[in-house]
C-alpha cells in the first residue's frame, strides 16, 4: 500500500485595503490571506538574505492602512517560498511567507479577533486555500 500524504485544508481570508505585516525586523510585505491561526504575506527579497528560516520561533507585527497595529504577536515561520526573477541580472527577488501564530496574550487575541472582523472578507469568493 502506498503512503499518502493528507493535506489539512487552511481557510484564510484576503484582507481588505492595505495591510502589512512585519517579521522580526527583517522581512516586511503585505499580507495575502490569514485568519486565527497564522497569515500569509509578500516581501521584497534581496541577495543579501539568508537561507530559509523555516520553523524559526519570532514575533510578527501587524499594520493596517486604517491604523490598527497589533505588535510582537508571538509566531513560527511555517513555509517560505523564494519567487525567481525572469531577469538573471536582477538581485531582487520576491518571497513568500507562511507563519502561524503562538501562543498569544488575551489583549492580542482580542486585536487579532477584532482585525479579522473588521479587515477582511469573509464572503465564500474571497476565500483563499492556502496549503
Same mark, same amino acid.
Do not use: W
Given at each position: 500500500?502506498?503512503?499518502?500524504?493528507?493535506?489539512?485544508?487552511?481557510?484564510?481570508?484576503?484582507?481588505?485595503?492595505?495591510? #502589512?505585516?512585519?517579521?522580526?525586523?527583517?522581512?516586511?510585505?503585505?499580507?495575502?490571506?490569514?485568519?486565527?491561526?497564522?497569515? *500569509?504575506?509578500?516581501?521584497?527579497?534581496?541577495?543579501?538574505?539568508?537561507?530559509?528560516?523555516?520553523? !524559526? !520561533? $519570532?514575533?510578527?507585527?501587524?499594520?493596517?492602512? +486604517?491604523?490598527?497595529?497589533?505588535? +510582537?504577536?508571538? $509566531?513560527?515561520?511555517?513555509? &517560505?517560498? #523564494?519567487?525567481?526573477?525572469?531577469?538573471?541580472?536582477?538581485? %531582487?527577488?520576491?518571497? !513568500? *511567507?507562511?507563519?502561524? #501564530?503562538? &501562543? %498569544?496574550?488575551?489583549?492580542?487575541?482580542? /486585536?487579532? /479577533?477584532?482585525?479579522?472582523?473588521? #479587515?477582511?472578507?469573509?464572503?465564500?469568493?474571497?476565500?483563499?486555500?492556502?496549503?
Amino acid at each position: 500500500m502506498e503512503n499518502q500524504t493528507v493535506r489539512k485544508e487552511v481557510i484564510r481570508f484576503q484582507t481588505r485595503g492595505a495591510a #502589512f505585516a512585519a517579521l522580526y525586523g527583517s522581512k516586511v510585505g503585505r499580507i495575502i490571506s490569514m485568519n486565527r491561526d497564522g497569515l *500569509c504575506f509578500r516581501y521584497l527579497r534581496d541577495a543579501s538574505h539568508g537561507e530559509d528560516d523555516t520553523r !524559526k !520561533k $519570532c514575533t510578527v507585527s501587524i499594520f493596517h492602512q +486604517d491604523g490598527f497595529t497589533l505588535h +510582537d504577536v508571538p $509566531c513560527s515561520i511555517v513555509k &517560505e517560498h #523564494f519567487l525567481l526573477s525572469e531577469y538573471s541580472f536582477n538581485l %531582487m527577488t520576491m518571497g !513568500k *511567507c507562511e507563519i502561524q #501564530f503562538n &501562543e %498569544m496574550t488575551v489583549e492580542q487575541e482580542a /486585536d487579532l /479577533d477584532y482585525f479579522i472582523t473588521k #479587515f477582511t472578507s469573509n464572503d465564500a469568493e474571497s476565500r483563499t486555500n492556502e496549503r
